[in-house]
């Protein structure tokens, strides 16, 4: 069992890089806000270069003492689990190795999904404390997993979500592993599992095999702000699970929000997690005061994400300058009090007649414009694919090939290899390939939203 104990205070800052002068006439202000959170380990990607604002930094943790956590893992034990039997092995030993990363003293349980959702251990309503005995008792009762009957994910979230419920803790987790698509509840039913299930608690899901849809599984991770990937071969599912696991037992503080505030006459154009991954939040604000609104982060550990900003401001004259918004980290307080203000940045807009000032793009803006586009592009081409349109998955996954090049995104680069020919990366001119693996056009897609950070 891994040691994830704390000795030092968890700290979050915010910095904020943009280019703030804007023409005459101008009104469309973007910002890329880096936001750290550092406590018990070193912070791995930090950006470099000079921040325009950064932000004091603020202590949200009991030094000494991990916080407290409940986790549910859902296992999907569907008909298809035992085609080849192999993979619902792998399944039980994945689970298995879950459970000893488990930290002594977090609550959990096992479900067992398939066309309903099935408590595995402890039973009867309740979460188990992880400790040596119970972690046996888990493993033991994971021996009696069989395959058998359909798939219906909301009914293994809503059951997770009970679960979870029952436990007073500020960290709640979920693990999701499917094979199949969700053939026995209508999208609907999923849809509202994912609504009455979003803000209560996080969750990473997981495509084992090829047999699964990657829109399916990637609106449950980014509906409960989790990540989502696939595992196209059983065998490396315990290795999976176990990263995952020793993630979610690095979470420190629950339910961080962005908060956006903005000058009367500002409109918010959109927010968006661009990195490690692009996350759309626009539609997920919810109102926090005048002028004020949150957006959900999750849970964080000792990590940084990156958000892209853009505000429309009103005309002013030259020389003129104004707040365009304010960016705070909100934490709420768990008796209902004041919520806690973790770190603030500021976005600026300054009109000058330097058109050299004026129309520069800032370096971190130019990269996670490019990143997000190279995101959509990959949806855009992959679904002309399908759908037999030659010319148009050409031409979008062309342009995705040029975007990977540009930006450094290697990883990507070598997804898209598996898809397309590539003839000049350079020009993003490139030919479909007349036969590729399912799995290699299956982890694209998924992986498809992952961005690298910016060169320094």
Not at 87 to 105: E, Q, S, V
Not at 225 to 247: C, H, K, R, Y
């Amino acid at each position: 069992m891994a040691n994830f104990s704390k000795s030092t205070v968890p700290q979050f800052s915010v910095e904020v890089y943009q280019n703030e002068f804007l023409p005459e006439g101008g009104r469309e202000v973007n910002a890329i806000v880096t936001v750290a959170s550092t406590g018990g380990g070193t912070l791995g990607g930090a950006l470099g270069g000079g921040p325009l604002t950064t932000a004091t930094v603020s202590p949200v943790h009991v030094p000494g003492q991990a916080p407290a956590a409940a986790v549910v893992i859902m296992v999907d034990c569907s008909g298809s689990m035992d085609h080849p039997p192999t993979k619902m092995r792998n399944a039980r030993d994945a689970t298995a190795a879950a459970i000893d990363t488990l930290r002594d003293g977090v609550e959990f349980a096992v479900v067992a999904g398939t066309h309903i959702a099935r408590e595995v251990y402890p039973g009867n309503g309740r979460l188990a404390t992880a400790d040596s005995r119970t972690r046996a008792q888990a493993k033991d009762a994971l021996r009696k997993l069989s395959a058998g009957g359909g798939t219906a994910i909301g009914t293994w979230l809503r059951l997770a979500d009970r679960l979870l419920g029952a436990a007073d803790v500020p960290i709640r987790h979920g693990i999701l592993l499917t094979d199949g698509r969700n053939e026995h509840e209508s999208p609907e039913d999923l849809r509202a599992a994912l609504q009455a299930c979003a803000g209560r608690f996080t969750c990473d899901a997981r495509g084992v095999g090829t047999d699964w849809e990657v829109k399916e599984v990637t609106s449950i991770a980014s509906a409960l702000l989790g990540t989502a990937d696939i595992v196209a071969d059983p065998a490396q599912l315990a290795g999976d699970f176990t990263s995952m696991m020793e993630n979610a037992m690095g979470k420190e503080v629950a339910d961080v929000a962005l908060r956006l505030w903005t000058p009367v006459g500002v409109e918010i154009m959109f927010v968006k997690q661009v990195a490690p991954a692009v996350a759309e939040l626009t539609h997920r604000r919810t109102e926090a005061g005048p002028r004020a609104g949150d957006y959900p982060t999750g849970s964080w550990g000792d990590e940084s994400r990156d958000y892209h900003i853009c505000v429309r401001v009103p005309q002013a004259n030259i020389g003129q300058e104004m707040l365009a918004a304010r960016v705070s980290l909100i934490v709420p307080d768990r008796e209902g009090g004041t919520p806690q203000v973790l770190s603030q940045g500021l976005v600026r807009a300054v009109w000058t007649d330097d058109m050299v000032a004026s129309t520069s793009i800032n370096p971190q803006v130019a990269h996670y414009t490019g990143q997000a586009e190279l995101a959509q592009v990959i949806q855009q081409g992959l679904d002309a694919r399908k759908s037999g349109d030659v010319d148009g998955a050409t031409a979008k996954l062309g342009r995705a090939v040029q975007l990977a090049a540009a930006s450094g995104n290697a990883d990507t680069a070598k997804l898209l290899a598996k898809v397309v020919d590539v003839v000049d990366e350079v020009t993003g001119t490139v030919r479909l390939k007349a036969k590729v693996a399912e799995a290699d056009e299956m982890t694209l897609e998924t992986r498809s939203t992952k961005t690298v950070r910016v060169k320094k």
